[in-house]
Antibody, heavy 122, light 108 residues
Framework: EVQLLESGGTLVRPGGSLRLSCAAS????????MNWVRQAPGRGLEWLSY??????????YYADSVRGRFTISRDDSRNTLYLQMNSLRVEDTALYYC?????????????WGQGTLVTVSS | SYVLTQPPSVSVAPGKTARFTCGGN??????VHWYQQKPGQAPVVVIQ???DRPSGIPERFSGSNSGNTATLTISRVEAGDEADYYC???????????FGGGTKLTVL
């Protein structure tokens, strides 16, 4: 069974930094592309970032709203996905989900974690 | 950037049919995936590749996609179907995943 467990969310001041983690199990992490998706309180889903598997070059993509501030990375030896968030803004307050891309075919999210809450406030 | 437009809400009585639209420029040329998100839970795929139901999803869920509109249909709606529904595509021109704004289903 695929399991994704996010951690690292907390209260942080505007302008601050935070690193989120997502521990993966139940599938071959090294062969899977991974994503971060967030959901602000009472709002919809917003895709943030994607990282390909190593065999696909590990390329990364970012939404315009976070490019230059957030960095996605992975440690395949630890089966863990990360999101380094810098220059945080009040509008970054959200529940942050780690989501696995389906390993074949079109781009869809076939497994999600339960999310970790980031609150940016002074 | 590519935009997906969904109505904010749909209301339907139990046993009736609920339809959710997802509008996008020439969306019929893309694969559309639909997610159900119940309160306090992570999203779950209910329709993939426009009209395919993943294992475990009831036959009451169906989808279509043509022209500028994709549609998710839930037949014989049940109280347990109350949730937010999101459409999603991959914008290959920008290598971005795109979600619609979501539609909240209320079962009357």
């Amino acid at each position: 069974e695929v399991q994704l467990l996010e951690s690292g969310g907390t209260l942080v001041r505007p302008g601050g930094s935070l690193r989120l983690s997502c521990a993966a199990s139940g599938f071959t992490f090294t062969r899977s592309a991974m994503n971060w998706v967030r959901q602000a309180p009472g709002r919809g889903l917003e895709w943030l970032s994607y990282i390909a598997d190593r065999d696909s070059g590990g390329r990364t993509y970012y939404a315009d709203s976070v490019r230059g501030r957030f960095t996605i990375s992975r440690d395949d030896s630890r089966n863990t996905l990360y999101l380094q968030m810098n220059s945080l803004r009040v509008e970054d307050t959200a529940l942050y989900y780690c989501a696995k891309r389906r390993d074949y075919g079109d781009f869809l999210f076939d497994s999600w974690g339960q999310g970790t809450l980031v609150t940016v406030s002074s | 950037s590519y935009v997906l437009t969904q109505p904010p809400s749909v209301s339907v009585a139990p046993g009736k049919t609920a339809r959710f639209t997802c509008g996008g420029n020439n969306i019929g040329s893309k694969s559309v995936h639909w997610y159900q998100q119940k309160p306090g839970q992570a999203p779950v795929v209910v329709i993939q590749y426009d009209s395919d139901r993943p294992s475990g999803i009831p036959e009451r869920f169906s989808g279509s996609n043509s022209g500028n509109t994709a549609t998710l249909t839930i037949s014989r709606v049940e109280a347990g179907d109350e949730a937010d529904y999101y459409c999603q595509v991959w914008d290959i021109s920008r290598d971005h995943a795109v979600f619609g704004g979501g539609t909240k289903l209320t079962v009357l």
